[in-house]
Structures are given as structure tokens and as C-alpha cells.
């Protein structure tokens, strides 16, 4: 249950680019919270563009769980075009593999992981679960309170909802900074996982919780930060 719970804050630690000034680079580190104690381990996120292209990369190092995950899409005018995406998690001896592979001419995904391959009609754009969030971001800029994405997870393409609930200055390890919280609508279900968004950081990611059950909460929180926008246009 665990190795569920991080992975799912490693899709979502990596909400990115902008409209009004797109970022060139950036490294970031994550301090994790396991049931509110704090856990040893390295947890870092690197994003590199090269013009339309972008790569990013998640690494987790974790006594109980590494995470390995990487994302390429291309980027214009708020609009992301996955090409590929993979990750790789090892815990407590057992690893799991999967990778996305999308070819916008046919509109079609390759979903493989150790069961074989899968072909998944993409109608209407899909999206990897990471270029979504650079499109997401976008929306919190333009000011929408509600919006969602189809997203491929688990061999499924997945309908994602997400709503802002509210405002929370936070502490992190660059400082208290004012943030936006954002909420996945899961409907009735009583996982809840949550993320910080601080507009005066360009709206980058700062804070993730998820709350499996009354057990098992994970927090990541942002802790160092080195990153270059683009000059606007």
C-alpha cells in the first residue's frame, strides 16, 4: 500500500510550465513525511528544455520504495504532446516497470509493462501522468476553480477531476510562501490527495499529501529549489 502512495505523489510532485513564462530548467529536492515522521531518503525532480521539448525526471531513493520516472513531451501555447513515458519502482524486492509510447499522428498509445503490450485509442488527446499537470498549471493561471484530464494509468486511459478548496500559507524550505490547494475530486471515496501551488514561485508545485486511509498519509514538501524561466516574448 505504501508503494502505492508514493508513487502516486511521484506523478504529481512534477506540475510545471507556464504561459506566461515557461521554465528552462529547474532541480528540486522533496522532504517526505510518512504518518507525519519524517523519512530518510533522497527525493529529486529535474526538468530541462530544449526549444518545444521538454524531459523530466523524478528520482525517489527510499529504504522502502525507489521510484525511477521520466517523461518527454513536446510544449506549445499551453498545449502538452506527450511522446513517451516510463517508470521503474523497486520495494521490498519487487520491481515493477511500465512505459507509454504515443504517436499523435494515429492517435493511438503503446502501453507495456511485464504483461505485454497494449494499444489504446487516444480520441480527444490523452496525456501521460505528467504532461497533464503542465496543461493544469496553465488553468490555475487563467484562474479556473474545476478542470480535468484524460490521463493513461495502469494500462486504462482514466478520467482525472481536479478542484481548488482553498488558500494556506506554508511552510517549506525555501520559505513561507502564499499557496494555492488544489484537491483530486475522487467523489465519496475516502483517499484524499492534495497539492500546493505558490503563484509567486510561477506556480510551481511546493507541497503534495495523500491519504490512503486512516494508517497511511504521505507528504512531500518542497525543500530546495534551483530553477531559470524564459524570458517572456
Not at 24 to 35: G, H, I, P, T, W
Not at 184 to 197: E, L, Q
Request: hydrophobic fraction near 40%; glycine fraction near 6%; charged fraction near 25%.
Amino acid at each position: 500500500m505504501l508503494q502505492k502512495c508514493l508513487l502516486a505523489l511521484t506523478g504529481l510532485l512534477l506540475a510545471s510550465a507556464a504561459h506566461a513564462s515557461d521554465i528552462d530548467y529547474m532541480r528540486a529536492e522533496f522532504s517526505v513525511m510518512l504518518n507525519g515522521d519524517a523519512t530518510r531518503g533522497v527525493n529529486t525532480l529535474t526538468i530541462d528544455r530544449n526549444r518545444e521539448q521538454y524531459h523530466v525526471h523524478f528520482s525517489l531513493r527510499h529504504w522502502l520504495l525507489d521510484v525511477d520516472q521520466k517523461a518527454s513531451f513536446t510544449w506549445n501555447d499551453c498545449t502538452a504532446r506527450p511522446d513517451t513515458f516510463s517508470y521503474k519502482a523497486k520495494a521490498l524486492g519487487v520491481t515493477r516497470e511500465e512505459r507509454l509510447v504515443f504517436d499523435q499522428s494515429t492517435g493511438m498509445v503503446l502501453y507495456q509493462d511485464k504483461d505485454g503490450d497494449k494499444l489504446l485509442a487516444a480520441e480527444g488527446g490523452v496525456f501521460d501522468p505528467v504532461s497533464f499537470f503542465f496543461e493544469a498549471r496553465c488553468d490555475l493561471m487563467a484562474g479556473k476553480e474545476a478542470f480535468d484530464y484524460k490521463v493513461v494509468r495502469d494500462g486504462e486511459i482514466k478520467k482525472t477531476p481536479f478542484k481548488v478548496v482553498g488558500t494556506q500559507a506554508l511552510k517549506t524550505g525555501v520559505g513561507t510562501l502564499d499557496t494555492l490547494i488544489v484537491e483530486r475530486d475522487r467523489g465519496n471515496s475516502k483517499r484524499k490527495t492534495r497539492f500546493w501551488v505558490a503563484p509567486e514561485l510561477d506556480y510551481l508545485l511546493v507541497q503534495i499529501s495523500h491519504e490512503e486511509n486512516s494508517q497511511l498519509a504521505v507528504t512531500a514538501t518542497l525543500s530546495k529549489l534551483d530553477h531559470r524561466m524564459a524570458q517572456a516574448d
